[in-house]
């Protein structure tokens, strides 16, 4: 029988797969390569998440990535905004194109305005417009003007998921905004997307940042099916485990596995992190009364605080203290967590001064 990994085993296998056991030397760019990219809906989360997972790190590092085109924004797994780097975003947008096909279609307010419309002219007229970066009320207005009996908002969303659109500077910038302005992957990269890429390769890459992990798993990860088939074949490769309900959990064979009592340090992650949200099962990093009694607490702009590797706080920025919001935590791991909090505070806001962490007990 395959050994049991129980949920403190996994919590620790993750935060050592997902670098916050102790903040790394890696570079901004290896880092987003490792982890198969950062969600980055919200534009600040990289910078709080590679932060919390880097030594020394520079904001102005990210900045400068993009800037060089190294790394970019677009919508990979989940059908969601990431940060992954050029390689990545050539590689992992044809494969999530089911995703987001299936999107398109399950979309109440645009899809039945798409019934009956043959996409192909309004794609072919989309992507030679978008090879230079256009806002989405460009976009629309250059679409209703070419196609005056169709909606131009359900023609938008159609470009938006049948096109490898990329989000361009100054979106996505540290310290700056920007409205959404996109362009095409390949005219942005100057490369086409990888033409018939390797599924199996991304499997055994999530194992890597994210394992050791179920089928369901995988699938939450990246919302693509029929996985099964694929783990099947990578199972002469990998090694398997079972977790404390019985379920096959699979995972490369060297990979770092630490043991259940490893110390976990106070960690700050952002409103979204894929530590977060790439596991069918999230018990590995928060109980599911914990998660009850925090999103009362939570909601929309509240990020999240590991304390011995578990969510156990939500915090968020309030009149420019970081207010944290906690379930019940010994007096010395308060101040662990306020100490922490202080030093996020002062890399969100390098003029913090006046400002400080505020520890909030939940009901």
């Given at each position: 029988m395959s050994e049991l990994l129980g949920r403190r085993a996994l919590n620790r296998a993750t935060l050592e797969r997902q670098l916050l056991l102790r903040r790394t030397s890696l570079s901004a760019l290896d880092a987003v390569q490792h982890l198969v990219g950062l969600q980055a809906q919200v534009p600040a989360n990289p910078y709080t998440?590679?932060?919390?997972?880097?030594?020394?790190?520079?904001?102005?590092?990210?900045?400068?990535?993009?800037?060089?085109?190294?790394?970019?924004?677009?919508?990979?797994?989940?059908?969601?905004?990431?940060?992954?780097?050029?390689?990545?975003?050539?590689?992992?947008?044809?494969?999530?194109?089911?995703?987001?096909?299936?999107?398109?279609?399950?979309?109440?307010?645009?899809?039945?305005?798409?019934?009956?419309?043959?996409?192909?002219?309004?794609?072919?007229?989309?992507?030679?417009l978008l090879e230079a970066p256009r806002t989405g009320p460009q976009l629309r207005e250059a679409l209703a003007a070419r196609f005056p009996r169709l909606d131009p908002a359900a023609l938008a969303y159609a470009c938006r998921c049948h096109l490898a659109l990329v989000q361009v500077p100054p979106r996505g910038l540290w310290g700056r905004s920007g409205q959404v302005t996109s362009t095409t992957a390949e005219t942005w990269l100057g490369r086409p997307l990888v033409a018939d890429p390797s599924l199996d390769d991304v499997v055994l890459r999530y194992l890597a940042a994210f394992g050791p992990?179920?089928?369901?798993?995988?699938?939450?990860?990246?919302r693509l099916t029929r996985l099964r088939e694929i783990v099947e074949r990578l199972r002469p490769q990998l090694r398997t485990f079972r977790d404390e309900r019985g379920r096959e959990l699979f995972d490369l064979p060297d990979a770092p596995r630490p043991a259940p009592d490893t110390p976990a340090p106070i960690r700050f992650l952002p409103e979204y992190d894929n530590v977060l949200l790439s596991h069918s099962d999230r018990s590995r990093v928060i109980s599911e009364d914990d998660r009850a009694?925090?999103?009362?607490?939570?909601?929309?702009?509240?990020?999240?605080?590991?304390?011995?590797?578990?969510?156990?706080?939500?915090?968020?920025?309030?009149d420019g203290d970081l207010v944290v919001?906690?379930?019940?935590?010994?007096?010395?791991?308060?101040?662990?967590?306020?100490?922490?909090?202080?030093?996020?505070?002062?890399?969100?806001?390098?003029?913090?001064s006046g400002h400080d962490v505020r520890c909030v007990a939940l009901d």
């Open positions: 998440a590679l932060w919390s997972r880097l030594e020394g790190f520079r904001p102005e590092e990210v900045s400068e990535l993009l800037l060089g085109r190294q790394l970019v924004r677009v919508s990979v797994m989940r059908g969601t905004i990431h940060l992954v780097t050029a390689d990545d975003c050539l590689l992992l947008r044809p494969l999530v194109q089911p995703i987001l096909t299936a999107e398109l279609r399950r979309h109440r307010d645009l899809s039945p305005k798409l019934d009956g419309v043959d996409l192909a002219p309004v794609l072919a007229f989309a992507r030679p992990a179920t089928v369901s798993d995988i699938t939450t990860w990246s009694a925090l999103s009362r607490a939570g909601g929309v702009g509240h990020g999240s605080v590991l304390v011995d590797g578990f969510a156990r706080a939500v915090w968020r920025i309030e919001s906690h379930l019940p935590l010994a007096k010395r791991t308060l101040a662990a967590v306020a100490a922490e909090g202080r030093r996020l505070l002062r890399f969100l806001d390098h003029d913090s």
